[in-house]
């Protein structure tokens, strides 16, 4: 097995399997902070030594840190997120602390990426911030700049502003398709490439949850998130198909089930990368079998038959859960970066 790897910006090269973060916050659980850094260790060594977090994941710069002390070769994509209440009074001065901070919890003196995202495109500023971005690039503070969660419009709005966007992060995934549209042309013709998290749904694209009953409240943030997805994409019984689908196709490679809902993800136009989220390096072996088979054409086509039926998710990338009032965005907490 060999790690794939991708040229992300001239001379910065990527797994394409990126180890995210946000397991690691609040909401999801007990985390064993001393377990999960000595674990992230185990990720580098597979290859896996790009890492992804935000500087609204509570604590989890400061535990990546502590890990890049051992390790200061690891590469670390972080987020500048100003909170919704505080998009009108974004300044220069706002940008430079949450630079310095994520700086400091992350032991660099320069970020490797950073993926800015705006609340709201009703509040003006978004590009005039992002160019403030752009200017502690030039100043040698952070060494690439992406965005995450915006719609083709507003991606394409900065790239015209001259802003050197890399990356987009998106949510993409066999349950939601939507970056394929508008997103998806905007690379062709851009620059920008994908950064996917949800690929595995939150743990949910996943062996365990096959033949499952379908669960009632649930108290994990992610499992919360993606089960609305899953509801978009067609329900349970839709989503079950699509499980004991892609067991079958898992069973012919040899693969687990979670490995090929990666490899479709990672098949599609302009991705770069799927981001894969973990507390531990438990399920580690499992996620690199992605790099031990390929997907062939009898294996699309059946994948292919499915979704025809099952849409999922309508619309530009993160349309949905920027209303406020609507499923997915009155989930959303929006006002996670205040000062330590």
């Not at 051992?70 to 300044?91: A, N």
């Not at 690199?288 to 025809?308: K, P, S, W, Y």
Request: hydrophobic share 45%.
């Amino acid at each position: 097995m060999k790690v794939e790897t991708f040229e992300l910006a001239p001379g910065y090269v990527i797994p394409r399997l990126v180890r995210g973060g946000w397991q690691l916050a609040g909401d999801h659980g007990e985390v064993d902070a001393a377990r999960a850094i000595d674990d992230m260790a185990q990720f580098v060594r597979a290859g896996i030594n790009t890492f992804d977090c935000a500087d609204i994941y509570t604590g989890v710069e400061a535990l990546i840190g502590q890990y890049r002390l051992r390790d200061p070769s690891l590469k670390v994509h972080t987020k500048f997120v100003p909170d919704l209440e505080d998009l009108p009074r974004v300044d220069e001065v706002y940008v430079r602390r949450i630079n310095a901070r994520s700086r400091e919890r992350l032991h660099t003196l320069a970020l490797d990426l950073v993926q800015f995202h705006w609340w709201d495109y009703a509040v003006p500023g978004m590009v005039p911030v992002a160019q403030l971005l752009a200017r502690l690039r030039e100043e040698g503070l952070v060494r690439h700049l992406g965005g995450t969660n915006f719609d083709a419009p507003h991606t394409e709005q900065m790239l015209d502003a001259g802003l050197p966007l890399v990356s987009m992060q998106v949510q993409y995934s066999l349950l939601d398709r939507r970056p394929a549209g508008a997103m998806a042309a905007l690379c062709a013709r851009s620059p920008v490439r994908l950064l996917c998290y949800g690929t595995l749904a939150g743990g949910l694209l996943t062996a365990r949850w096959l033949g499952a009953e379908e669960p009632g409240q649930l108290s994990n943030r992610s499992h919360i998130k993606y089960k609305l997805v899953i509801d978009d994409f067609g329900g349970w019984a839709a989503f079950q198909d699509l499980l004991a689908l892609l067991q079958r196709i898992g069973d012919k490679h040899g693969v687990g089930l979670s490995a090929v809902a990666t490899r479709w993800v990672l098949d599609q136009p302009h991705v770069a990368a799927a981001i894969v989220g973990a507390r531990y390096a438990a399920h580690l072996p499992e996620h690199l079998q992605v790099f031990d088979f390929r997907l062939d054409a009898a294996d699309r086509a059946g994948i292919d038959r499915l979704l025809a039926r099952c849409p999922g998710p309508q619309g530009d990338t993160y349309a949905l859960e920027r209303d406020r009032a609507g499923r997915h965005g009155r989930i959303m907490k929006y006002n996670l970066n205040k000062a330590d």
